[in-house]
Every structure is written in C-alpha cells, then in structure tokens.
C-alpha cells in the first residue's frame, strides 16, 4: 500500500516485511494519559475511520467496478451490504500485501493478493471475520488509539472530551497508526467465532475458514521473505490451532468435510 504501513486483522497482525514504523518517543506518555479522561462515542469512531479510509482509498490502487476483483468481490458479498445491523461497503486493494481489514464506519477493505490465493469460501470466512470485528467494536478501540497517537504527535490534547479536527497530515498518520494496531488474542478468537456463526447462518461451507487459517500459517513458515510474519504471529493466536477451532465446531455441528492437504495455489484465483 501506499504511504501507509500494512497490518491487522483477520491475518493476525500480517505485517509487510517493509512496513513503515511511526516513532512515538514521549508523545506515548501523553496517549496514556489522555486515554484514561477522553470520551469517545460511536459516532467518533465511525466519523474518523470514515476520515482514514477515505484518505486510505486515495492514496492506494483501487479496484474499478469491472475490474475481475470487483466483480468477484461483489458476486460474494453483494447481499451482505447490511448484515447483522451494520451498513457495509467494500471496495479492493490493488497491492502485494496479503490481508483485508475493516473499519468502524462499515468499510471493509480486501487486498487483492489474498483473493489470489483464497477460494470462494476462505474470503467469505476472512470478511465474516472482519464484520466481527467491527460488530464487537473492536475497530472502535483500534481507532481511538489511532486518533491519540496521531493528535499527540502534533502535540494536541488528547485530554480533551471531544474529537479534534485533523488536517491531512494527521489523518494519514491516523490511518498508519490504525493499520498499525492488532487486536488482543481474546477479541481475534471471538471474531472467529462470528466468522464461524456468519458461515453456518448463510450456509456457506464453514470448512472454509478452516483452509483459510491453514493457508495462513503456511505463509507464517519458514524463508526469509516471510521472517516478518514469524514476528508478528508470535503475539496473535496460533493459525493451526484457530484452524482446529473450527474443525471441532464443524464437527460438533456434523459440518465438517476433509479438505485433505492444503495447499498455497500457484496461479491466482481471481474468478
């Protein structure tokens, strides 16, 4: 992606290997104890992830609306604009980066270099995810921090009760610093359950998620290219073991079917 670091949610904190750092220094001191004072509703977390994925959406490669990830994207999730009381919009990523995330606003971002290697049933599991997260208010936290770290290092008080207006440049530091969060190893397992349930209520093979979190520990192993991964799944729950999460649901719910052995595909599946 461009001017933004890559990170978060469904891929356990997937970080690029070259991604950018934001170099807090004692502006940190201030967040803290900003956050212990400041009010934060919904209708700011939504207001300002409205602000960074907007500023995100120009400053990256977007998928047109005859573009095959599109067309692909919309053919799966078309019916999922509302779901769940929540009103969604997705839009494609044209970058290398393997991931997806979504916003408090309902936006709901996916990287292109994961649809070339998920089939049909691992990316509605990957963005049932992703609502999770959203549902659960999980980007509202994630948020938040986003918005102190990116007021404090413009030296703003983060103190106060209401939400500052942002110029551009700290809006782009906001939007990094969202990217740059990952989630605790309590809210990733409850959006994988959402994932679960959101799978097993639309009828959609559940398995599915399965694959999806064998592939991502697949791309967690070994090689050089893939060292920043190992790092950053050290702190984010173990990508076989959600995977044998889901299996023993399925299998408790008599959903389960054996994949057999799973595998990175070779050539993209963008159809």
Not at 1 to 22: E, R, T
Not at 31 to 40: E, L, N, P, R, Y
């Amino acid at each position: 992606m461009k001017k933004v670091s890559l990170c978060l949610l469904f891929l356990g904190a997937m970080y690029s290997v070259n991604a950018q750092k934001i170099n807090l220094g004692k502006a940190a001191d201030v967040v803290s104890k900003g956050a212990k004072v400041f009010t934060f509703s919904n209708a700011d977390a939504v207001k300002l992830s409205k602000e960074s994925v907007d500023y995100m959406d120009k400053n990256n490669p977007v998928a047109g609306p005859k573009d095959p990830y599109t067309v692909r994207l919309n053919r799966l999730f078309g019916k999922h604009k509302t779901q769940d009381g929540l009103t969604l919009n997705y839009k494609v990523y044209k970058v290398k980066d393997i991931n997806a995330f979504a916003c408090a606003d309902g936006s709901v971002r996916v990287f292109s270099s994961l649809m070339d290697i998920m089939t049909d049933d691992e990316l509605l599991a990957v963005i049932g995810h992703e609502i999770g997260h959203v549902k659960n208010e999980d980007t509202k936290d994630a948020i938040k921090s986003a918005y102190l770290k990116a007021a404090a290092l413009d030296a703003a008080s983060s103190a106060s009760s209401t939400v500052a207006t942002l110029n551009e440049s700290q809006v782009g530091k906001m939007a990094n610093a969202f990217l740059d969060a990952s989630h605790s190893k309590k809210q990733e397992s409850q959006a994988d359950m959402y994932s679960y349930d959101f799978m097993k209520a639309n009828k959609y093979n559940v398995v599915g998620a399965y694959t999806a979190f064998k592939k991502l520990a697949l791309l967690s192993e070994g090689g050089t290219a893939q060292s920043g991964f190992q790092k950053m799944f050290n702190s984010h729950p173990d990508s076989n073991k959600r995977a044998e999460a889901v299996k023993k649901r399925a299998e408790k719910d008599g959903l389960w079917k054996d994949p057999g052995t799973v595998t990175l595909p070779t050539t993209k599946l963008t159809k």
